[in-house]
C-alpha cells in the first residue's frame, strides 16, 4: 500500500510545493491487466486464479475508462485541484491520518542530500559517521 500512500501525498502536497497544474489521483481498485504476471508468475496457476477473481470483483479496463476519460475532461474541473476519485469516477478522501501537513512534510526531502553544491568543485563530499 505503499504506492498508494505515495500518491496520496503526491496530489495533497502538489500544489504547495510545486503549484501550476491541477493535481488529481485516480484510484482505481482492482483492474485485470496482468500487472500482477510478474509477482505471480505469468500463466502459473496462481497467477490464472487471481486475475479470475479480480476479473469477477472489479471492472474491466473498457468500463473504468469509460467512466474515468469523461471525468478527466469535465468542466466541473477548472480550477480545482488535489482531489482523488474511485473507480466509479467519485471524489474521495484522503486516507485517514494523511492530511496536509504530514503530506507536505513527507515530500521535504532530507537537506543532507540536497544541500548546496561546494564552491570547490573538486572538494570531496562530506561524509557522514560509518
Request: one cysteine or more.
Amino acid at each position: 500500500m505503499n504506492t498508494v500512500a505515495g500518491n496520496e501525498i503526491l496530489v495533497l502536497a502538489g500544489d504547495r510545493r510545486l503549484p501550476g497544474p491541477a493535481y488529481f489521483g485516480l484510484n482505481p481498485g482492482l483492474i485485470k491487466t496482468d500487472i500482477r504476471s510478474d509477482y505471480l508468475g505469468e500463466g502459473s496457476l496462481m497467477h490464472r486464479l487471481a486475475e479470475v477473481v479480480v476479473g469477477l470483483a472489479g471492472p474491466s479496463p473498457k468500463v473504468y475508462a469509460a467512466r474515468i476519460v469523461p471525468l478527466l475532461f469535465a468542466d466541473d474541473l477548472d480550477g480545482r485541484t488535489a482531489l482523488m476519485f474511485n473507480n466509479k469516477a467519485q471524489v474521495i478522501l484522503p486516507t485517514a491520518g494523511l492530511a496536509w501537513t504530514t503530506a507536505t512534510a513527507t515530500w521535504t526531502p532530507p537537506k543532507r542530500c540536497c544541500a548546496a553544491p561546494s564552491a570547490d568543485p573538486r572538494a570531496a563530499p562530506a561524509r557522514g559517521p560509518g
